[in-house]
């Protein structure tokens, strides 16, 4: 470090003197620049970016230096050693030559992501999920070449990324308590005849063989940006020294790869102290001002000083009283800090107090602090009554439901990787069900890595490798290292790469190899984003949503070749003659255009003596907007052959047989909504038949709707979260009252029983992805077209249950809705889960909700029961689940009965003109 300057003036705030912490390598701008970083003046994100870098590269350079020096010593004597009778002059001779052999990419220099010469303090982005994800990196050189004599591939593979990012024996054993020294130099047992200097793989991380392996080197920045490993602060490696001199710290954290820290809110010094009651409690003494305010969101997590114990009731009574006390003032000065994540570690099983405290805060402070709750994977470690036998997954739920199931982005949950592992984190059935909780934060002590064989490296065996690999499902995510170290500085280097290596070949093989979809491409976020049902027959549709739906090409090829196969067929029923198709819900057109698509290619099939098909085309569309697109399409590419009525085709045999319309050989739609039947497709094609022939042929023929239970917190949270702005109140929402005006000018909705309850007794559509599914889909309602009789239609109570039984204890926060449908003959449409079209996205499925999530144990019997009614204005659902033990010896649970007369979700039968002729809601007291 450069030596302090006396009467040297800083623009800061604090009298700390930020010169001292500048590398005495830097000179000139390099070091203005990194001043300016220091002291918080650089006003773009680009030019701290900057800074950064070259702040991290002096630090390390700055570090290497002495043990740079030191290999060098060994190098020779081992040359020596090598060489036997070759003198000094030769041994370096032959090492000059050596040198100017290797390429410019050495094992100094390799892109290998364990060789990293400038490492840097990125930022955390699951500290800040709005923000962005870290600063830009510079993009390094890759080596194209191995060294002399060798030559390797120009361009790497996704396969060669993966698996120089991931190398090394899979045997493995375990370290002792404390870590074995750090091997500074691994050479290799096999000596060439030519070779005095043996190759010497990076200092850093497990080794890479830079002969066989090349590994693009902004391949490797992107790795350490989004697989964030942090180090939790602890007595073995900081004390009150440490309190104001958190920059220092975090800096030569920053040097061994690190992207945070996490430490004791109060300071260490507070937080190492034993306390009794006949003592003071030692203050808060960890100093703001060291660090600007941005520093501290993204580059610190704070935790609860070492001997704050709220539960310790029976054993300290007055050290839980204080301790509740104490978390309090703890938790309100990371708030002052302006810190982003507490994490709290649970030591008790029936942690009321804790609870309190944390749930006080989360409901009435004025923060947006995360708060993580730590939970061990050896649910031994945790105090508890005797006879209590929860899962550390139960003791969370419950843990959780005390605090009434707080928002999940600021409730959260880590796992604390343990040397040894519960069933329920080995069973994959059981650990799935921690892909439903929010996750935000993996911690595990020194003791857990093992030694890999191969490399002598820091390793994770393969249960905890296997653990970290299944829960580890956002970028968001992040891990912690905690616990003692005999050697820090290689040590710590080692765990943040054996973390990087498990991580990195998972993210990275799910970012090259995810096929991007139309949504993707428009940058559309949906996965868990919640969506009322669209309900075509009442509103028209816009543009856009049309557009949308026309985006999914798969969909209208298997239309396109259902329709080929119906004209095939009917083509040998009637002989010659023309055939009359007729699209029902005609929207933009796409299926028009599939359709003559299909007559083209039956002519092409037929060849050129054969007789040659005609077909004569209908549009049907309700929407008087959409017409003026038909309209467009028919004089322009349609060649003015398509018939366009603008009609509710539930009127359809009054409007032809005005029109003088033939009756209809082929009739085409796509009514179908994400459970099949939401969008009225039965009351929309049941209404026609009285116009159809008794052969018509009717695409789709059938569909069938199904459910399944599913746990989603997160889910759950988003549906409970729904915001309700003031100008929104007045739009028409899927309730069964209509939107009246009051009298002060402004219109509204209601909902008799409260619009929070209302949001729980909708269906929703959503592209379910952070879901645990652990029952097969079974089937619901069944619908066959054409249907002469109307039965299914016009049922005004038609239920149906199904029953699984649950394979772990799991909480389930609704059904999940899919339908599968026969376009005609074999050709398919599914969304059903294990069913799935390829490459379809125009449905996403569907959730009817619980209002509460419902526990159910292992073993017992889940039945889920739902009511499709109709009365004359509309249809809805009605639904409830409940549960029974396997043994009978605990009274079934049953929920209530949601959306009762359809007052939360109505699907209505009449337009938005009818409703105005209508002029008032159909009482809910007829149905």
């Given at each position: 470090?450069?030596?302090?300057?006396?009467?040297?003036?800083?623009?800061?705030?604090?009298?700390?003197?930020?010169?001292?912490?500048?590398?005495?390598?830097?000179?000139?701008?390099?070091?203005?620049?990194?001043?300016?970083?220091?002291?918080?003046?650089?006003?773009?994100?680009?030019?701290?970016?900057?800074?950064?870098?070259?702040?991290?590269?002096?630090?390390?350079?700055?570090?290497?230096?002495?043990?740079?020096?030191?290999?060098?010593?060994?190098?020779?004597?081992?040359?020596?050693?090598?060489?036997?009778?070759?003198?000094?002059?030769?041994?370096?001779?032959?090492?000059?030559?050596?040198?100017?052999?290797?390429?410019?990419?050495?094992?100094?220099?390799?892109?290998?992501?364990?060789?990293?010469?400038?490492?840097?303090?990125?930022?955390?982005?699951?500290?800040?999920?709005?923000?962005?994800?870290?600063?830009?990196?510079?993009?390094?050189?890759?080596?194209?070449?191995?060294?002399?004599?060798?030559?390797?591939?120009?361009?790497?593979?996704?396969?060669?990324?993966?698996?120089?990012?991931?190398?090394?024996?899979?045997?493995?054993?375990?370290?002792?308590?404390?870590?074995?020294?750090?091997?500074?130099?691994?050479?290799?047992?096999?000596?060439?005849?030519?070779?005095?200097?043996?190759?010497?793989?990076?200092?850093?991380?497990?080794?890479?063989?830079?002969?066989?392996?090349?590994?693009?080197?902004?391949?490797?920045?992107?790795?350490?940006?989004?697989?964030?490993?942090?180090?939790?602060?602890?007595?073995?490696?900081?004390?009150?020294?440490?309190?104001?001199?958190?920059?220092?710290?975090?800096?030569?954290?920053?040097?061994?790869?690190?992207?945070?820290?996490?430490?004791?809110?109060?300071?260490?010094?507070?937080?190492?102290?034993?306390?009794?009651?006949?003592?003071?409690?030692?203050?808060?003494?960890?100093?703001?001002?060291?660090?600007?305010?941005?520093?501290?969101?993204?580059?610190?997590?704070?935790?609860?000083?070492?001997?704050?114990?709220?539960?310790?009731?029976?054993?300290?009574?007055?050290?839980?009283?204080?301790?509740?006390?104490?978390?309090?003032?703890?938790?309100?000065?990371?708030?002052?800090?302006?810190?982003?994540?507490?994490?709290?570690?649970?030591?008790?099983?029936?942690?009321?107090?804790?609870?309190?405290?944390?749930?006080?805060?989360?409901?009435?402070?004025?923060?947006?602090?995360?708060?993580?709750?730590?939970?061990?994977?050896?649910?031994?470690?945790?105090?508890?009554?005797?006879?209590?036998?929860?899962?550390?997954?139960?003791?969370?739920?419950?843990?959780?439901?005390?605090?009434?199931?707080?928002?999940?982005?600021?409730?959260?949950c880590g796992i604390k990787l343990m040397e040894d592992l519960d069933d329920e984190f080995v069973d994959p059935l059981s650990l799935q069900?921690?892909?439903?909780?929010?996750?935000?934060?993996?911690?595990?002590?020194?003791?857990?890595?093992?030694?890999?064989?191969?490399?002598?490296?820091?390793?994770?065996?393969?249960?905890?490798?296997?653990?970290?690999?299944?829960?580890?499902?956002?970028?968001?995510?992040?891990?912690?290292?905690?616990?003692?170290?005999?050697?820090?500085?290689?040590?710590?280097?080692?765990?943040?790469?054996?973390?990087?290596?498990?991580?990195?070949?998972?993210?990275?093989?799910?970012?090259?190899?995810?096929?991007?979809?139309?949504?993707?491409?428009?940058?559309?976020?949906?996965?868990?984003?919640?969506?009322?049902?669209?309900?075509?027959?009442?509103?028209?549709?816009?543009?856009?949503?049309?557009?949308?739906?026309?985006?999914?090409?798969?969909?209208?090829?298997?239309?396109?070749?259902?329709?080929?196969?119906?004209?095939?067929?009917?083509?040998?029923?009637?002989?010659?003659?023309?055939?009359?198709?007729?699209?029902?819900?005609?929207?933009?057109?796409?299926?028009?255009?599939?359709?003559?698509?299909?007559?083209?290619?039956?002519?092409?099939?037929?060849?050129?003596?054969?007789?040659?098909?005609?077909?004569?085309?209908?549009?049907?569309?309700?929407?008087?907007?959409?017409?003026?697109?038909?309209?467009?399409?028919?004089?322009?590419?349609?060649?003015?052959?398509?018939?366009?009525?603008?009609?509710?085709?539930?009127?359809?045999?009054?409007?032809?047989?005005?029109?003088?319309?033939?009756?209809?050989?082929?009739?085409?739609?796509?009514?179908?909504?994400?459970?099949?039947?939401?969008?009225?497709?039965?009351?929309?094609?049941?209404?026609?038949?009285?116009?159809?022939?008794?052969?018509?042929?009717?695409?789709?023929?059938?569909?069938?709707?199904?459910?399944?239970?599913?746990?989603?917190?997160?889910?759950?949270?988003?549906?409970?979260?729904?915001?309700?702005?003031?100008?929104?109140?007045?739009?028409?929402?899927?309730?069964?009252?209509?939107?009246?005006?009051?009298?002060?000018?402004?219109?509204?909705?209601?909902?008799?029983?409260?619009?929070?309850?209302?949001?729980?007794?909708?269906?929703?559509?959503?592209?379910?992805?952070?879901?645990?599914?652990?029952?097969?889909?079974?089937?619901?309602?069944?619908?066959?077209?054409?249907?002469?009789?109307?039965?299914?239609?016009?049922?005004?109570?038609?239920?149906?249950?199904?029953?699984?039984?649950?394979?772990?204890?799991?909480?389930?926060?609704?059904?999940?809705?899919?339908?599968?449908?026969?376009?005609?003959?074999?050709?398919?449409?599914?969304?059903?889960?294990?069913?799935?079209?390829?490459?379809?996205?125009?449905?996403?499925?569907?959730?009817?909700?619980?209002?509460?999530?419902?526990?159910?144990?292992?073993?017992?019997?889940?039945?889920?029961?739902?009511?499709?009614?109709?009365?004359?204005?509309?249809?809805?659902?009605?639904?409830?689940?409940?549960?029974?033990?396997?043994?009978?010896?605990?009274?079934?649970?049953?929920?209530?009965?949601?959306?009762?007369?359809?007052?939360?979700?109505?699907?209505?039968?009449?337009?938005?003109?009818?409703?105005?002729?209508?002029?008032?809601?159909?009482?809910?007291?007829?149905?």
């Open positions: 470090m450069a030596p302090k300057k006396k009467n040297k003036k800083v623009k800061t705030s604090s009298s700390f003197d930020y010169e001292a912490l500048i590398p005495s390598c830097l000179s000139g701008e390099d070091r203005g620049l990194v001043k300016k970083f220091l002291m918080n003046e650089l006003a773009t994100s680009e030019e701290r970016d900057a800074a950064l870098a070259v702040f991290a590269a002096a630090v390390i350079e700055e570090r290497n230096d002495e043990s740079d020096s030191a290999e060098e010593a060994k190098v020779s004597e081992l040359r020596t050693m090598a060489a036997g009778t070759l003198s000094r002059a030769e041994a370096e001779r032959r090492k000059m030559e050596q040198r100017a052999e290797l390429p410019a990419n050495d094992a100094s220099t390799s892109s290998s992501p364990y060789s990293e010469p400038v490492p840097r303090l990125v930022p955390r982005s699951y500290f800040d999920q709005s923000g962005p994800s870290g600063p830009s990196l510079p993009s390094g050189q890759s080596g194209s070449s191995g060294p002399a004599g060798r030559s390797g591939p120009s361009l790497p593979t996704i396969a060669d990324h993966i698996a120089a990012l991931k190398i090394g024996s899979k045997k493995k054993k375990l370290l002792p308590k404390a870590p074995p020294p750090v091997r500074e130099v691994d050479f290799r047992e096999s000596w060439e005849d030519e070779t005095i200097v043996p190759s010497i793989p990076p200092r850093t991380g497990p080794v890479l063989d830079t002969q066989e392996k090349r590994v693009n080197k902004e391949v490797a920045d992107e790795v350490r940006k989004n697989v964030n490993v942090g180090w939790w602060a602890s007595p073995y490696d900081a004390d009150e020294k440490t309190d104001t001199r958190i920059a220092e710290y975090a800096q030569s954290l920053g040097g061994e790869l690190y992207n945070f820290i996490s430490y004791p809110i109060g300071g260490m010094a507070r937080s190492k102290t034993r306390i009794t009651s006949d003592g003071p409690i030692p203050p808060i003494n960890l100093p703001d001002l060291q660090l600007a305010n941005p520093h501290w969101e993204t580059y610190v997590a704070g935790h609860p000083s070492l001997w704050i114990d709220c539960d310790e009731v029976d054993a300290d009574p007055w050290l839980a009283l204080m301790s509740t006390v104490e978390l309090e003032k703890e938790l309100n000065y990371a708030h002052y800090l302006g810190l982003n994540t507490v994490v709290i570690e649970l030591w008790h099983k029936n942690a009321t107090a804790l609870a309190g405290v944390i749930g006080k805060f989360l409901w009435t402070a004025q923060s947006a602090i995360k708060i993580c709750i730590m939970l061990p994977t050896d649910v031994k470690l945790m105090d508890g009554e005797e006879g209590d036998e929860r899962e550390v997954w139960e003791v969370w739920a419950d843990f959780r439901a005390m605090i009434g199931n707080f928002a999940g982005d600021r409730l959260c069900r921690w892909q439903a909780e929010p996750i935000i934060m993996f911690t595990m002590e020194t003791n857990v890595f093992t030694t890999n064989e191969r490399t002598g490296g820091a390793d994770l065996g393969p249960a905890h490798t296997a653990l970290l690999e299944t829960l580890w499902t956002s970028e968001t995510m992040t891990a912690a290292v905690r616990g003692p170290l005999k050697d820090p500085r290689g040590a710590r280097l080692q765990y943040a790469q054996a973390i990087r290596s498990i991580i990195g070949p998972r993210w990275l093989k799910k970012k090259l190899s995810k096929k991007p979809n139309f949504l993707d491409l428009n940058e559309v976020h949906y996965q868990d984003v919640i969506q009322k049902p669209l309900q075509p027959l009442a509103d028209n549709l816009q543009s856009g949503v049309y557009n949308t739906f026309e985006a999914d090409a798969p969909k209208y090829k298997y239309y396109g070749e259902a329709v080929e196969l119906a004209v095939k067929d009917m083509s040998k029923k009637r002989g010659t003659g023309d055939i009359v198709l007729y699209v029902l819900g005609a929207g933009r057109g796409p299926l028009m255009s599939a359709a003559m698509a299909a007559e083209k290619r039956v002519n092409d099939g037929m060849g050129t003596g054969g007789p040659r098909i005609r077909m004569e085309l209908v549009c049907v569309e309700k929407n008087e907007n959409a017409v003026v697109t038909l309209n467009y399409l028919n004089a322009s590419l349609w060649k003015g052959r398509v018939r366009i009525i603008q009609a509710d085709m539930r009127e359809l045999k009054e409007v032809a047989t005005g029109l003088g319309l033939r009756r209809p050989d082929i009739i085409v739609s796509e009514l179908l909504g994400s459970f099949g039947d939401n969008e009225l497709s039965p009351e929309c094609l049941d209404g026609c038949v009285d116009w159809l022939k008794e052969d018509t042929i009717s695409i789709p023929q059938s569909y069938t709707s199904y459910c399944e239970p599913i746990a989603s917190l997160s889910l759950y949270h988003s549906i409970k979260a729904q915001p309700t702005s003031y100008y929104f109140k007045g739009r028409q929402a899927n309730g069964r009252r209509l939107t009246e005006q009051q009298p002060d000018g402004t219109y509204i909705q209601e909902f008799p029983q409260g619009r929070e309850m209302a949001a729980m007794d909708m269906l929703y559509v959503v592209f379910l992805d952070k879901v645990v599914r652990q029952c097969e889909p079974k089937p619901f309602f069944t619908f066959t077209h054409p249907c002469f009789d109307k039965v299914q239609s016009e049922r005004e109570r038609w239920k149906v249950g199904q029953q699984w039984i649950a394979p772990t204890t799991q909480e389930i926060m609704g059904f999940a809705c899919y339908f599968s449908a026969r376009l005609y003959n074999t050709v398919t449409l599914s969304i059903v889960r294990g069913q799935e079209t390829p490459d379809m996205l125009s449905w996403f499925p569907a959730v009817l909700p619980l209002r509460e999530p419902l526990r159910v144990n292992k073993g017992d019997q889940l039945c889920f029961i739902v009511e499709r009614c109709r009365d004359h204005g509309g249809v809805w659902y009605e639904w409830c689940a409940l549960t029974s033990g396997a043994d009978m010896k605990v009274p079934p649970k049953i929920t209530e009965v949601q959306n009762v007369r359809g007052v939360s979700y109505y699907m209505r039968l009449i337009t938005e003109k009818e409703k105005e002729l209508e002029g008032k809601t159909p009482s809910p007291n007829k149905t």
